[in-house]
Structures are given as structure tokens and as C-alpha cells.
């Protein structure tokens, strides 16, 4: 055991969506967070503070590539790929030898040349690094996890909580890990089990009453039991196109790739008999908009979920808003992303009537655009504070935003697309969630933190979009049938197992699939 180690640290991390035709440049990153050097060692929060808290706590010296995050998209571009994994690996090169590796990925990005990027770049530091030195990587509980990333990593593991709020303590767990190798008390063996079941995230919860849940829990009681040392439960993002998709569970053990294998496929299995409790039901927005009247008071929370910026989509539909226009709903709040429509506002300015095209401007296979009379009530630069979540502290900006009213319509006009956590883009605006009937919310499970204790009822929309709520509609090229909810029921049925290096081998010649 050495007295002090060098620990290499960095991130590449967001999440990909095939459904959308936009693809992610390096502006994305720019304009969210892309730290380099010194600057990684002041991050506090997310997976990365999580690591550097335990490198400090052991008294390692930290190298810092690169953290670079970004609010979910369509793919990255090849340049944008290129600069992001040139600047960690050049930096890995140059400050090399390192004694362990710490990644924090998400696991469900993709290249528009490359289709699994997390793969890609682990494989491209194992070459790097050999393989004596240990890597560990931390996952969202959404990763679509695939045999590269399990052959080229020694530990993988993912959040437990979604919504997410354990991401720093996913990175404690992880730098934990990677000094038991490191100190010679853990001889990592792991495995993945998967079936394909896609699924959005409506019950998706890891806590309460739920499939998913039920799942976790099972997974987390395994820990400590016959060598198994990290459990992950993994819901996969099921917005990606790509083959050997699906959902299950992985499983490291001590030096026992038996139970590792196992366990993972007794998990994949329980996934698997819960499928027909992950599908949610869902309602046109003129049915939810009439139930809802008949509800007294509010807020009542339509759950747009189709159009989620979160899981990649461009957040420019006004399906619900529509809606809520027609139906001349009281004080209502809805958000759409539309560039053009937010610099006429700032043209005109505060307190000017206009007519505005809105929505389906960015992605507009999804539907048509709404033309609404109203008045421009307030003026921003689009600049917020995440109060939680994966970016908790970080400074969100949905670029220059404006309140637009149209009847008792406070409809919230952006620029850029932005992760829902919890009512932060509103509250920016000095909107009072908890005096609005009804309010448009664009992610599957967040607003359950942002309306906990003040929501009457939700109902879960079925509109077109690229992160809907249900699969049934959706059809992939490079994913092949069968899978759920397409193929209710599999004949013959097998979970696909992934099993990573055996345990203490110096190269890749030990790994099998």
C-alpha cells in the first residue's frame, strides 16, 4: 500500500437523444460547463465534488483533466467528440504515470459517427494507461451500459436515486472503490444483465411504491451479501437508437465473477417481470385540461413529458399550450424554447401587444407552430441557480427570455433549452407556481420534487415529441424487435449478460462475453 497516490479525474457527461435532429456542438458545453485544469479541482458538487472530497480526504494528489457537462441533446458532433476526448486524453498523457483513474459519465451519449461514446472513450484510456492501473466510472441510473464499457472499466456504478439527488454521493462511492483496489482489498469482478424492456420515467421513482423502486431496493439489499460489493439498477434512457438496448442490473463482487454473473441476471429478470407496471397512463391535453377544471383549485400539473430538455428534446412544443389557449383556462403557466419569439419580445419590449408565431421552430417534425396574440410583461437575460439535482449550484441560462401573456395564459418564452430540476426557470421570472390552476411541466419525474405538497393532481400527456412517456409509438432503426412494450410477451427469452475482466489479470486477453 502506497502512502499517497496520484488520481486522475474528469468527466464527459450528458445524455444523447436519436429521436431529435439537432446535434450537440462544443457551444453546448461551453455554455453549461467545460472546466480544464485547476479549474476541476474547484468543482463541490455533482459525482466530481463527490470524488475529490475522498481524494482529499486520503491525502492523494488529484490530476485534473477535463469536466465538461451539458444539457442533454442529440448527438455530439465528430468535432466536438474529437476536442473533448483529445483535451482529456492529452492531459492524461502528459500527466501520466497516474496510479487510478476516476470518470464521471453518464453512460447514455453517442457520436453521430460513434455510437457509443462512453464505450469509446474508456477503451481509448485503458489504451492509454494499460491495464494495472484501475478505472473507475460513475453512471446514471439511465445508461444504456454496453460490453465495451464493462470490459474497459474495473467498477462501474450509477446513481440510486432518481430524481436524482445522490450524485455527490455516487462519486464518494466510487473514489471509495477505486482506493480498495488501489490498497489491495478489492479484487473487482462484474457483470451486467439486461432484457429489453424501454420505458420512460413516469414510474421510474426509486423510492415509495414503484417497479423501479422495488427493483433498487432489491438491488441495494444484495450489498454485503457473499462478496457483492456494488449493486446498480439501471432504467435505461430509451431515447437512443442503438442495438442490445434494455434495462436490468450490475453487480461487482470480491473476486467471484460466479455471483457477479448470477445476481446480475436474477436482477435482469425481476426487471423484466415488471414491465407492464412501467407503462403510465396517458391523456390528450384537451382530456387532462377538462379533468382538471372539474378539480377545485390547483396547480394542476400537465406532464409534457414528450418534450423533455432533460432527455434530449428541443422543448420548443406547444401541444399542451395550445390547449390551455383554447380551453381559456384561469392563471396557467407553460414554458416553450423559441429563439426567434424571445428577440421580438426583447425588440419590442416590456408592456407591448404583439401577434407571435410560437413553437416548432427548432425541431419542428413534432408539429406545427401557434400564432398568439398577447402582451410582452417581462424581460430577462435567462440567468438561474439550480438548487439541486445533478447541477446543483451551477448557473442555468436559457439564454434572453421572456413573459408572454396571452389571456390568463403566463407563457415563459426561452432561447435555450434547460434541465428541469425544480421551478427555478419561473421563479426567475417571479412566477407563483402555487397560485396557477394549471402548469405545463416538461420533465417525467422532477416536478414531483418541484410541486411536492402544492400540485392537486398531474396528468400524463400523450403528445408527439421525442422523450414521450410511453415506447408504443416509437420505432428505431438499429434496435431490432423484440422488445417491450412493442413485443408484450418474448418467447424464448434470455437475459444478455456482460462479464468484464476476471479478477487481479493484468491484460484484456481474461476477458470473455
Avoid at 492524461?92 to 457520436?111: E, F, N, Q, Y
Avoid at 462484474?190 to 433498487?216: C, Q, R, W, Y
Avoid at 430577462?380 to 439541486?388: C, Q
Wanted: glycine share 12%.
Amino acid at each position: 500500500m502506497k502512502e499517497s497516490y496520484r488520481i486522475a479525474i474528469g468527466s464527459v457527461f450528458t445524455e444523447c437523444n436519436h429521436q431529435v435532429d439537432m446535434l450537440m456542438e462544443i457551444g453546448n458545453f461551453e455554455r453549461n460547463e467545460l472546466r480544464r485544469g485547476e479549474e476541476v479541482l474547484n468543482v463541490n458538487g455533482g459525482a466530481v465534488g463527490g470524488m475529490l472530497s475522498i481524494l482529499r480526504e486520503r491525502k492523494a494528489e488529484s490530476v485534473p483533466l477535463i469536466v465538461a457537462s451539458a444539457v442533454p441533446g442529440g448527438p455530439l458532433t465528430s468535432e466536438c467528440y474529437r476536442r473533448l476526448k483529445g483535451e482529456l486524453l492529452g492531459s492524461l498523457k502528459a500527466m501520466s504515470p497516474v496510479d487510478g483513474l476516476l470518470l464521471a459519465l453518464h453512460g447514455s451519449a453517442t457520436v453521430i459517427d460513434i455510437g457509443d461514446l462512453e464505450g469509446d472513450l474508456l477503451r481509448a484510456v485503458r489504451e492509454l494507461v494499460g491495464y494495472e492501473v484501475p478505472i473507475v466510472a460513475t453512471l446514471d441510473c439511465h445508461a444504456h451500459v454496453t460490453k465495451e464499457m464493462v470490459r474497459y472499466a474495473d467498477v462501474l456504478l450509477a446513481w440510486e436515486t432518481y430524481p436524482h439527488r445522490d450524485t455527490y454521493t455516487t462519486g464518494v462511492r466510487g473514489a471509495r472503490l477505486l482506493f480498495d483496489i488501489l490498497d489491495g482489498k478489492l479484487r473487482p469482478t462484474m457483470a451486467i444483465g439486461k432484457v429489453p424492456v424501454l420505458a420512460g420515467g413516469i414510474h421510474g421513482n426509486t423510492e415509495g411504491s414503484g417497479p423501479f423502486a422495488d427493483l433498487m431496493r432489491f438491488a441495494k439489499s444484495q450489498e454485503g451479501v457473499e462478496g457483492v460489493v456494488s449493486t446498480s439498477a439501471f432504467l435505461v434512457h430509451p431515447y437512443l437508437d442503438l442495438p442490445d438496448m434494455g434495462g436490468g442490473g450490475l453487480v461487482v463482487t470480491n473476486n467471484d465473477m460466479s455471483k457477479a454473473l448470477s445476481l446480475a441476471e436474477a436482477m435482469a429478470w425481476k426487471y423484466w417481470d415488471r414491465r407492464f407496471d412501467l407503462e403510465p397512463n396517458v391523456y390528450t391535453p384537451t382530456e387532462a385540461i377538462s379533468l382538471g377544471m372539474e378539480i377545485q383549485g390547483g396547480p394542476i400539473l400537465l406532464v409534457e413529458a414528450a418534450d423533455c430538455a432533460g432527455g434530449g428534446a428541443t422543448g420548443d412544443s406547444v401541444a399542451a399550450l395550445r390547449a390551455l389557449v383554447a380551453a381559456n383556462v384561469p392563471l396557467s403557466l407553460a414554458p416553450v424554447v423559441d429563439p426567434g419569439a424571445a428577440a421580438e419580445c426583447h425588440r419590442v419590449g416590456v408592456g407591448k401587444a404583439i401577434e407571435l408565431s410560437l413553437g416548432h421552430t427548432i425541431d419542428p417534425k413534432w408539429g406545427q407552430p401557434i400564432v398568439l396574440k398577447g402582451k410582452v410583461v417581462r424581460l430577462s437575460e435567462g440567468r438561474f441557480r439550480y438548487s439541486g439535482g445533478i447541477w446543483e449550484g451551477l448557473e442555468g441560462n436559457m439564454g434572453p427570455s421572456a413573459l408572454f401573456q396571452v389571456g390568463e395564459v403566463q407563457i415563459l418564452i426561452t432561447t435555450h433549452a434547460t434541465y428541469d430540476w425544480g421551478d427555478e426557470q419561473f421563479g426567475s421570472m417571479d412566477l407563483d407556481s402555487k397560485a396557477a390552476k394549471f402548469i405545463v411541466v416538461k420533465n417525467p419525474m422532477n416536478h414531483q420534487l418541484a410541486y411536492v405538497g402544492i400540485a392537486k393532481q398531474r396528468f400524463i400527456l400523450d403528445t408527439p415529441g421525442p422523450t414521450p412517456a410511453t415506447l408504443k409509438h416509437l420505432r428505431f432503426q438499429r434496435l431490432k424487435r423484440p422488445y417491450y412494450p412493442v413485443d408484450r410477451e418474448i418467447p424464448d427469452l434470455t437475459p444478455t449478460l456482460y462479464r468484464g475482466r476476471d479478477s487481479g489479470c493484468s491484460d484484456s486477453a481474461s476477458f470473455q462475453d
